[in-house]
């Protein structure tokens, strides 16, 4: 096994040369591209002298270097398979580097590679060293100008970043077309674009009256299906303009869409590529998620012109900087033109499902690491998700006037440069005058804050009193931390449900909401801290967390009839829905302990009367309803047991489910049949929301073992004019009995939709029904499969591995088997994707001692494994330390 090593935050130095221009031109081929950069460097001023140049170069035929007109000899530069140094290397230079790479062969997707005969780039991270020896760090920011010569009737489309500035024909067929990027940028953020594309294109006026071009490009069959992510781009570039003042820099705004991809998408200058699934959509091949997902997709990368691209990262220890602060603004973007609550419930499902996990497992690290082996490693749910709650959090503290100033003042001090995670802190704390020295923690101190909450009521005194203490658990090389700062916003609820005025006997402690308001946010700083209310009426019922003002667990020992109480009445939507989840937590906890001792499921008539509440409650967004009947899923109560047998625990979830939907048949009968009212297919919020409930009702009623309840099914497969619809009756069919017909019709309808199939791969890599694993095996044969296609391993491998515990975990052990052979085959395709899939294996202290001993011995075979990429080895080497 090859060393691999660790990169330290704390080593960074600034660079030794910087490069202030650079000239590219590709001679574009599919096996044989030819790259001539030339590059205008000089030493970085106030640095010592003597350092030599070193560039990054990865997987480079090198053809010739010139330093300042004259070839060098090979005796002036030295090379190894990751570096090319020039150790006398003057002050000032133009260096020119001819360099020959093969796209066809790229399978990583990191650097140039060709994808369906046409040609694509990815940078972010550390992909520009494979295409030519370069600087590749985002504290270099040169001015480039790329002209792309190809076959004219192979590549008619040639994209770069910036303005096309000019055009023509050459021999042999050619054509070319030259591109100049007014704005320095890193080596990440170039991309091209080469091949067979047509593009659906629009206008936005800005608010200063400039016209921007928005051009979506796809290949030729797909134009029908680009209307959303065009209205995408326009709605987020108003939005942005409008909640931050922030308006489109260049004349052009260019998205393509390519089926390989590693992640969703890119945000290269002037330039984003995204993965198909975040463009390609059309009501009858995407679902409502799909289009919802293109929303926050488009927004987000066009976002990341400002943040991100106008002012960037220092180092990639900093990457919460650009992705954390990105996320929070397309979240913020979801909710301004959605619905806020559904959002904001969703967005902490996602966070606490798969966050939470990572932050309490071997890979746990600070939003910004301190140490990493392979940088695409940390493209994770904590850099992004955790990073913008924390972001959130600002604008919790500062509110939404103060955070703006505090954006602004981040704007003005650094437009153009590359800075660190505590330049973007100082500009809040500078704007609002604000002390944010604490609150620096959140991007050093790894693992879940908890929070543990007690109360008094003084009768006599007619005083509330909330006990907060706080504590981080240990994390990997952090084991002692330090109290945070949070804001905890709280209400107090009286009997009839109104919340109350809040009057702190101390004032001292609370932000936003003067003494009175029905709604504050205390702010904790110390391990324990004490709060009491004073002047209230009767003893209240805390509503804490709301919104979820923080990152954290939460621990309050609140009675059944409590949460049930809250569900009925909070009027904070995410501390409603959290008073759910949080009884059925209880629930399904309790029953998977009855279920261990042998002891049947029951689901108490209080639990089936709260639900039948809810089914009732007309008055209520259907999409909340909806969220709250939606009972935890089983990878989230995992993470609150211990030895677990998630055989035993996902047989627990359905026994719950089948005794719901008996108990409540009517309702849910009634409330489907109401909401399943034959409109034409529309996607808008109300819409959206009429649907999501329908089909949690279909999900119950799926349960029963009723025949007409399999024609319900098979009807609303047949008749759905649209795929949330349609996939909706696929996925209960399938759980229920295998829904073979409707899958052999579905595969029949839509062999030649590639994003439709994924559909169709991973519903049936996440059937509860028995053979799954082997059903999933025979489908690595399917003509539309192909591991080469991180979609298609996404879809079939990661979804069976990662997001169907009952069957990856199997007590025969084939599921970690099958794991570890897809991983240690996709190591040596895509390590990107490949070290993805390994995270399946970071919770396997988790399980029982039985399934512990086996997933280990997985782990260990894979660590044997000889060649393993540094993607993937530092995966299962952490896994394996737990
Ligand atoms: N910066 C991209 C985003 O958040 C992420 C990304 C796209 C990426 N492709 C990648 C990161 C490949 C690493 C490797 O939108
Ligand atoms: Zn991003």
């Known amino acids: 096994m090859t060393a691999h090593q660790a990169i330290h935050r704390l080593d960074y130095t600034a ?38 140049l070193i560039l990054a170069g990865e997987a480079l035929q090198l053809e010739s270097i010139k330093l300042d007109g004259a070839p060098l000899p090979a005796s002036a530069y030295q090379r190894d398979d990751a570096t090319l140094t020039i150790p006398d290397m003057p002050d000032e230079a133009i260096l020119e580097i001819v360099t020959r790479i093969n796209p066809a ?11 369906n005969g046409n040609l694509f780039t990815q940078c972010e991270a550390e992909g520009f060293r494979r295409i030519s020896y370069y600087l590749d760090r985002p504290d270099v920011m040169a001015k480039f100008t790329t002209t792309l010569i190809a076959d004219k009737q192979k590549y008619p489309v040639l994209l770069s970043n910036g303005n096309r500035v000019g055009s023509g024909q050459m021999d042999r067929g050619r054509h070319w077309v030259k591109w100049v990027d007014p704005f320095r940028k890193p080596s990440y953020l170039f991309a091209l674009v080469a091949g067979k594309l047509v593009a659906q294109c629009d206008t936005h006026v800005t608010g200063s009256g400039r016209s921007v071009a928005i051009e979506v490009y796809v290949e030729p069959g797909n134009l029908d299906k680009c209307a959303h992510a065009v209205a995408a781009a326009k709605k987020a570039m108003q939005w942005d303009e409008e909640r931050f003042g922030l308006e489109y820099d260049l004349d ?63 180092d990639w220890f900093q990457l919460s900087l650009k992705e954390g602060l990105t996320v ?43 140490e990493y082996q392979e940088i695409n490693n940390f493209y994770t749910w904590t850099v992004y998700e955790k990073g913008s709650e ?17 954006m602004d003042l981040y704007f003005k001090r650094h437009d153009g440069q590359a800075v660190t995670c505590d330049d973007f802190r100082a500009a809040m704390a500078d704007a609002n005058h604000a002390d944010l020295d604490q609150f620096a923690l959140w991007y050093s101190q790894a693992g879940t804050p908890h929070l543990d909450i007690a109360s008094h009521w003084d009768d006599a005194a007619q005083r509330f009193t909330l006990t907060v203490r706080q504590s981080v658990p240990p994390t990997p090389g952090q084991a002692e931390k330090l109290p945070m700062h949070i804001p905890l916003a709280v209400a107090l609820i009286d009997r009839r449900g109104q919340t109350l005025p809040l009057h702190l006997a101390d004032e001292s402690c609370a932000t936003d909401g003067a ?49 049930v109480f809250l569900m ?31 002891e049947k499921v029951v689901v108490p008539e209080q639990f089936c009367e709260a639900f039948r509440a809810l089914l009732e409650n007309t008055a209520l967004d259907p999409a909340l309803v909806a969220l709250m009947l939606d009972l935890p899923r089983e990878n989230y109560l995992l993470e609150q047991l211990d030895d677990v047998d998630p055989v035993k625990l996902a047989q627990t979830c359905q026994s719950v489910r089948q005794q719901l939907a008996r108990s409540l048949r009517p309702q849910l009968w009634l409330r489907y049949q109401q909401l399943n009212d034959g409109q034409p297919y529309h996607y808008s919020g109300e819409q959206v929301a009429r649907r999501s409930l329908k089909n949690i009702c279909l999900d119950y009623l799926a349960e029963l073992d009723e025949s007409m309840i399999g024609e319900l099914l098979a009807q609303q497969y047949r008749k759905a004019d649209n795929m949330t619809d349609r996939l909706a009756a696929l996925r209960a069919l399938v759980n229920r009995d295998g829904g073979e017909a409707q899958l052999a019709d579905f595969a029949g309808t839509w062999a030649a939709d590639a994003l439709v199939m994924d559909k169709w791969f991973a519903l049936q890599a996440t059937s509860r029904r028995p053979g799954t694993l082997t059903r999933v095996q025979t489908l690595l044969g399917h003509p539309a499969f192909s591991i080469r296609n991180p979609n298609k391993v996404r879809s079939l491998i990661n979804a ?4 169907n515990p009952a069957h990856f975990h199997a007590a025969d052990g084939y599921g970690y088997a099958f794991a570890a052979d897809r991983i240690i085959e996709l190591d040596a395709i895509n390590p990107q994707i490949a070290a993805r899939l390994a995270t399946c294996f970071n919770r396997w202290t988790k399980v029982d001692t039985h399934r512990r001993v086996l997933m280990r011995t997985e782990l260990e075979r894979i660590a044997a494994h000889p060649d393993l990429s540094g993607d993937t080895n530092e995966i299962i080497s952490k896994a394996l330390a737990a």
């Not at 030819?34 to 350092?51: A, D, F, P, W």
């Not at 008073?579 to 009855?594: D, G, T």
């Not at 069976?800 to 997001?803: A, H, P, R, T, V």
């Open 800 to 803: 069976f591995c990662l997001q």
């Open 15 to 52: 660079p030794a040369f910087l490069i202030d221009r650079v000239d590219l031109t590709f001679e574009l081929d599919e096996t044989d591209t030819r790259v001539s950069s030339r590059l205008v460097i000089k030493k970085n001023k106030g640095l010592q002298s003597n350092t030599p």
């Open 390 to 406: 924390v972001v959130r959090m600002y604008a919790t503290l500062l509110g939404r006037e103060g955070f703006r100033r505090g």
């Open 328 to 370: 929070y603004r397309d979240q913020e973007f979801s909710s301004d033109i959605g619905s806020r609550a559904v959002q904001r419930i969703q967005n902490v499902r996602a966070l606490r499902e798969y966050q939470f996990a990572e932050d309490a497992g071997p890979q746990a690290h600070p939003v910004r690491p301190d």
């Open 105 to 115: 062969s790229n399978t990583a997707l990191s650097g140039l590679y060709a994808s």
């Open 252 to 314: 052009t705004y260019m998205i393509v869409a390519t089926s390989d991809f590693n992640m969703g998408a890119m945000e290269n200058k002037g330039l984003n590529i995204f993965n198909t699934k975040y463009v390609l959509a059309r009501p009858d091949t995407a679902t409502d998620a799909d289009f919802d997902g293109i929303d926050s997709v488009v927004a987000h990368e066009y976002f990341h012109n400002w943040t991100g691209n106008r002012v960037t990262c220092r």
């Open 515 to 563: 003494a009175g308001a029905h709604h504050r946010v205390l702010e904790l700083r110390e391990a324990e801290h004490r709060f009491t209310f004073v002047n209230l009426p009767c003893h209240p019922v805390p509503s804490l967390l709301r919104d979820f003002s923080a990152p954290v667990t939460l621990a309050y020992p609140y009675s059944d009839d409590e949460l």
């Open 568 to 598: 009925a009445h909070d009027d904070d939507a995410f501390a409603r829905w959290e008073a759910a989840n949080s009884y059925a937590v209880r629930l399904l906890c309790q029953q998977y302990a009855a279920v261990l001792r042998g």
